[in-house]
Structure formats: structure tokens, C-alpha cells
């Protein structure tokens, strides 16, 4: 989601050529970085146990210094890419994610549906929602677009809620509100959230949204998901044949991928005041500093690229796991 908002903003974008970015970047819009599949790290497998076992992307190390370094060396080819970035992303509208969402509730495995329910149909959203993470951002979106569907009596579970809301009030708004009010025994519960969690709610349907980069997933997951979950939503056409090849039933596995507000992403915002903290020409990388966000690869090929001798900065923004 990061790299899609810098590219709604027509900036140039640096991203590992595997699992999702494979959908929205490639060398017209910006610069893939070729990569090698190898074992997860026992010491990513020891911060996140689901690891363990699988395989993950190593991005190449020089081949991310050289992008690093044309990014910079030429500012008009970064600008031309920008531009088509900008373009490309049009389809993560969030606005049209949102009814993509909702259209792929309406078709949800039409041979599995039950008998419609009168009136407004009761659902129930589940995860972060007021936190001030990735997960709470698109757990916010989504809800706002449920919430203002006349047919559907929306209510919120917050999984991981917080003491303070941070978020100005045009981010959360009545989603907060949705937070404290009871919610409605659903029809259909829709869980995003991290580790998921695959239980059968009391009753209804069940949806899960479930990020994955890493091919199969864990066979007890599609164990789990066979015999509880109703269908599972992807973000990228990746994680969803990933799921199928494991053994999923590719009427349950849907793509519905994360969008992004044009409106607020987009050319000619003011940048934030770094001052004098950030001299020259600057980079921006926006993740967790853990090991499978690959940080310490961005910091080699970074000292690579360049030396005190020129006029770059590398901003790192951080945030949860």
C-alpha cells in the first residue's frame, strides 16, 4: 500500500519484482528489483513463528543500489515513470476497491448462499480498526464504505484497540463510533487482521482477509480455512493462486486488493519540513523494521550506492509489524 500511495503521487518507486507489486509495478512505472527465493531467516522465524518452514524473496543487493542510484543520476526518466505511475494506479481507486469489495460480497459462491434477508443485512467487521497501522487504515476504509450502504447494518470488532486516537477526525469520523456501538448478530462476519484467526463465528457466513507473500501457505491454515471460512479475500492475484494451489477451492478465493485515496495521495502536495535533519535529494522507505520488510538490505545497498560525497538523504518511516 506505501509503494501504491507514492506512486499516486506520481513519485518513482523502488519495489522486490514478487508476489503483490507484481500487479502494479514494472519497469514503464518504476524499478523492480530482481530477487532470489532462499529459506526464511531463523531469526525472522523466531520474531514471526508462522515463518518458519517457507521460503521468502531476497531482493538483490546490487541491483537495488544501481535503481537507488538511477533514481537519482536521472531525475527526468524518474519523473516520466512518476507520471505513468500515477496512471497506473488509478484502478486501486479506493472508491472502486470499495465497490469491487462490494461486489464480490454480492457474487460470493452463489451455489453456498443462503436465503436472502429482509431489509438491511447485518454485518460485522473484525480487526484493528482505530490503530495507527496499514491494517487499520483499510479496516477504516472498508468500514466506511459498508457503513454507508443503506442495505447493510455495519457494526465493528476492535481486535487490537487502542487508549488514545491519534488519527485526525476526517481518518476515523463515525468509524469510532461504530467501534462503541453493539454490534448486530451478523449474517456475515469479515475478519482482517494479523495473526488471523480462523474460528467459525456463532453464527453466519465467514470472510477472511488474508495477507500471505509466500506461495503456500501453512497446511494447517488450509485446513482451517476448508472447514470454517466461507471465502477467502487476497490482496493480489499472488496470494490468491498461491491459496488454490494449495488445495483451495478457487470459487472461495477472491481477489480484492488494497486501494488508495487519490484525493489525498496525489502530485503537487506539500512535502513535510524536514529541514536541515534531511539534506538534498531524499529516498523514503515506509515499513516495520523487522526482518521480512528487509531493511537491512535497503541500508547495504543504500551504503553501496553512496558515499558522504553526495547529496542524498534516506528517510525511514516505521510503524508496527
Excluded at 39 to 48: H, I, L, Q, R
Excluded at 209 to 237: K, M
Excluded at 264 to 289: C, E, I, K, Y
Aim: charged share 25%.
Amino acid at each position: 500500500r506505501p509503494a501504491v500511495e507514492a506512486m499516486a503521487m506520481g513519485r518513482p518507486a523502488i519495489a522486490t519484482a514478487w508476489s503483490g507489486p507484481v500487479d502494479y509495478l514494472d519497469e514503464r512505472v518504476g524499478w523492480p528489483i530482481p530477487a532470489r527465493v532462499v529459506p526464511v531467516d531463523p531469526a525472522a522465524a523466531a520474531e514471526s513463528p508462522a515463518y518458519a518452514g517457507h521460503h521468502w524473496a531476497e531482493p538483490d543487493v546490487d541491483a537495488l543500489a544501481a535503481a537507488l542510484r538511477a533514481v537519482h543520476d536521472d531525475p527526468v526518466e524518474a519523473a516520466r515513470r512518476g507520471a505513468a505511475a500515477r496512471a497506473r494506479v488509478a484502478r486501486y481507486d479506493h472508491h472502486k476497491v470499495a465497490r469491487d469489495a462490494l461486489t464480490t460480497l454480492a457474487d460470493a459462491t452463489p451455489r453456498r448462499r443462503p436465503a436472502p434477508t429482509p431489509g438491511r443485512i447485518p454485518v460485522v467487521l473484525s480487526g484493528p480498526v482505530v490503530a495507527p497501522d496499514s491494517m487499520g487504515a483499510v479496516n477504516r476504509g472498508l468500514a466506511r464504505a459498508l457503513a454507508a450502504r443503506a442495505d447493510i447494518d455495519l457494526g465493528l470488532v476492535d481486535t487490537r484497540p487502542v487508549r488514545r486516537v491519534r488519527a485526525a477526525a476526517s481518518t476515523t469520523g463515525a468509524v469510532v463510533d461504530l467501534v462503541a456501538r453493539e454490534a448486530p448478530p451478523p449474517a456475515l462476519t469479515i475478519r482482517h487482521g494479523w495473526p488471523p484467526s480462523f474460528s467459525r463465528p456463532a453464527q453466519g457466513r465467514l470472510v477472511t482477509i488474508l495477507p500471505w507473500e509466500f506461495w503456500s501457505p501453512p497446511r494447517s491454515w488450509v485446513d482451517a480455512l476448508d472447514h470454517s471460512v466461507d471465502e477467502v479475500w487476497c490482496y493480489s492475484r499472488w496470494v490468491r493462486d498461491g491459496f488454490v494451489e494449495s488445495g483451495m477451492d478457487p470459487e472461495r478465493v477472491a481477489v480484492v486488493p488494497l486501494g488508495v485515496d487519490p484525493a489525498r495521495f496525489r502530485p503537487g502536495v506539500a512535502p513535510l519540513a524536514l529541514g536541515d535533519a534531511a539534506p538534498g535529494f531524499r529516498f523514503l522507505f515506509v515499513g516495520g523494521l523487522i526482518w521480512r520488510k528487509g531493511v537491512d538490505l535497503l541500508l547495504d545497498a543504500y551504503a553501496s550506492a553512496f558515499t558522504r560525497a553526495d547529496d542524498v538523504t534516506l528517510v525511514i518511516k516505521s510503524y508496527g509489524r
